[in-house]
């Protein structure tokens, strides 16, 4: 048997069971508090206190959510394409657990990497399983055969061939100055320097970049529920439509995740070894705050300001990056 | 400087009149690029500032919004205070002044041994509907006897709209619950 990918360190298959299971439940026990949080952040942003009644200081509101989309019947239009009105959400969600896997929450201690897996080309591995989920976008929004739907998936394809390139050339300075594409190796590269500092063009570049891919405001227009009714989830309901929202999250915590790792040192910073992954969850946490922040701040997009910030500015921003680190890395 | 302002603007006496308006770059480019950037940087510092204020939501059922001392809320009945006489003579004026015909007055005697009210008569009956009253305040102008005022409370509402015609026993109680007063320069 070939070898698809070079793996840095492998364990036992029960501990690498044992590991995905502990992240999975981690990152999902993260998710239902990262909707609290963006609630009562934006409402904090806006004056007001956000969802504060259900339980202590608001903190069930996720619980009642999901009880009352689990509570809801599923609906199919007749228009719909069964199977890939199915498939659709079931695949946004898909992508973003699989890349979860590749997120380090430390090195290797006791012979355990705090880590899913350490592969080899883990920036390909997260543009791969990153590009999946705007497939389950495509799907969900042609096959449930609605105008709006199908305008939302068109323009969530055309946002992601637009800023896909651009994140990933953001990374590709990383990459250069740490000589591997092995995400564990990267974050050890930056021992002496957070990668943010110089490579602070490229940071920038893949946040903005991150937030169209995560089709967050500014960039929602794939939802864009004033225009859109959400666009590609107009037919979803109940269960879902819970996916789709608890994938929006996901890939928010997957993009954090891999632009600490890249640029923040990723589970780096002082105490004793067993406080890294609480560094790491700490400076996702930072870089959510963040999201939310803009998502609080700016409106969204006009179309063409979309794709002419994309191919005019973030583009040749990072191209730039690339190029003069890539002069940089080979003369000193 | 003004030769220029008199050559682009002929018709302008004097250079002073012209107001010069200080404009950001135009959109697009590289200046465009900047103006976005920092107007970015702007608009996260203003949001940031809103979470440094604090929340100004008045979390209602708990907490209340103070009223003026002039709000118009629920009508009272008053009483004197030294004999507990009604002060309410039954003389509908309230009645002939209210707009919405929310009132009804049904007058009687009073008994030498047993006084209701101060004067000669007082009111049998004195009923407000308060699904119709619109809160204008004309009774309490029209009373000759400052018999009745409009109170402060304005949490009134309820199940039946017969629950809302409120007699004369429930105009004169007290309150149970106080409607915060706005204090001075609040």
Redesign the interface.
């Known amino acids: 048997m070939s070898t698809i990918a070079d793996v840095g360190y492998a364990e036992a298959t029960w501990i690498l069971i044992l590991k995905s299971i502990v992240i999975f439940l981690v990152v999902f026990l993260i998710v239902p508090v990262l909707t609290v949080l963006e609630r009562k952040l934006i409402?904090?942003?806006?004056?007001?206190?956000g969802p504060n009644r259900v339980g202590p200081v608001g903190m069930m509101q996720p619980l009642a959510d999901i009880l009352k989309l689990v509570g809801k019947q599923t609906f199919r239009p007749a228009a719909a394409v069964p199977l890939l009105y199915a498939i659709g959400p079931a695949l946004v969600i898909f992508s973003g657990i699989t890349t979860i896997a590749i997120l380090p929450f430390g090195d290797v201690k006791d012979g355990v990497g705090f880590y899913g897996i350490d592969v080899s080309i883990g920036v390909l591995y997260f543009f791969a399983f990153g590009s999946l989920a705007f497939y389950g976008l495509l799907l969900s929004g042609w096959s449930s055969g609605s105008k709006y739907s199908f305008l939302g998936a068109m323009r969530s394809a055309a946002q992601l061939i637009s800023y896909e390139v651009s994140m990933g050339l953001a990374l590709l300075g990383a990459v250069m100055m740490a000589g591997s594409l092995s995400l564990v190796s990267i974050v050890e590269a930056q021992g002496e320097i957070w990668y943010v500092v110089p490579q602070f063009v490229g940071f920038l570049v893949f946040m903005v970049a991150g937030f169209a891919e995560t089709n967050r405001a500014p960039f929602d227009l794939p939802e864009a529920d004033a225009e859109l009714v959400q666009g590609f989830q107009t037919e979803y309901g109940g269960t879902r439509f819970a996916s789709f929202l608890l994938a929006e999250y996901l890939e928010m915590f997957v993009v954090s995740g891999i632009a600490a790792a890249f640029f923040l040192g990723g589970w780096m910073g002082p105490g004793p070894g067993w406080l890294d992954p609480i560094w790491m969850i700490a400076k996702i946490l930072a870089l959510i705050f963040i999201f939310i922040?803009?998502r609080?701040?700016?409106p969204r997009l006009r179309y063409d300001q979309l794709m002419s910030l994309g191919w005019k500015?973030l583009l040749p921003l990072a191209t730039l990056n690339a190029l003069v680190t890539a002069v940089l890395v080979v003369v000193a | 400087m003004s030769n220029d302002l008199s050559a682009r603007f002929p018709y302008l006496k004097d250079a002073d009149e012209v107001v010069s308006v200080q404009r950001g770059p135009e959109p697009g480019g590289a200046k465009g690029a900047y103006r976005a950037f920092g107007e970015t940087l702007r608009g996260l510092k203003t949001t940031m500032a809103r979470v440094i204020e604090g929340p100004l939501t008045i979390q209602y059922p708990e907490e209340k919004t103070p009223v003026y001392p002039r709000f118009r809320g629920r009508h009272k009945l008053h009483r004197f205070e030294d004999t507990g006489l009604e002060k309410c003579v039954g003389c509908s004026l309230c009645v002939a002044a209210c707009p919405a015909d929310c009132i009804r007055v049904v007058a009687a005697e009073n008994d030498p041994a047993d006084r209701v009210s101060a004067g000669e008569r007082y009111a049998a009956v004195y009923e407000i509907n308060l699904a119709r009253c619109i809160f204008c305040g004309y009774c309490e102008v029209a009373c000759p006897f400052d018999a009745i005022t409009m109170g402060h409370e304005y949490e009134l509402a309820d199940y039946n709209r017969s629950d809302l015609i409120f007699t004369k026993e429930m105009l004169l109680a007290e309150s149970i619950e106080k409607t915060p007063l706005r204090r001075e320069g609040e």
């Open positions: 409402g904090r942003f806006q004056n007001r206190y922040w803009v609080a701040t700016l500015v």
